[in-house]
């Protein structure tokens, strides 16, 4: 996965016609740090994914589409991938993933306690979300608005700005994310 991912990265970038220079302009991530991704030298932490999604106007999970290969009707839960971030903590298994028939997803996020998941923007403005807390205290934040949701709590947005999802030093979260493009 870590392998396809990098390739499929280094693709997007020749694809669009961008030098590594030219990318790190626009994501904000560091040219050397892009280096080493497209080489496997690293891992994208969820911060970076994000912000290349964004220089690539697409979700994460398009890139990640592009990197596995279209789901079955059924999708049994050993079939389904799971990514984690080791500094933050963070870990998505796709439970539904996009498909080109299909207009929504889902996915079941892990957040460590004490951790924090921030984006600088959303990769396409205007991404429909459903966020079900399954279990711990999540506190997220949508531009200048801050929600902090409990056990069995459902938020529902557009995303048009930046985000950031972090927990208490108490306990874990888990949650449900249903997202529909625009």
Known sequence: MEAALAARLKSLRLQRGLSLAELSARSGVSRATLSRIENGEVSPTAQV??????AFSMTL???MMMVEQSPPALIRQAQQRVWRDQQTGFSRR???P??????CEIIECELAANANISYD???IRGLEHYLLLISGQLQVTLGAQIYTLMPG????YKLHSNSA????DQSAAKYLLVITEP
């Open 61 to 63: 999970s398009s890139l």
């Open 94 to 96: 796709s439970v539904s």
């Open 49 to 54: 994914l994000g912000k290349l999604c964004s």
């Open 153 to 156: 709590d459902v938020l529902r």
């Open 98 to 103: 996009p498909a080109q028939e299909l207009s």
């Open 165 to 168: 999802f972090a927990t208490n």
């Open 121 to 123: 923007a959303s990769p």
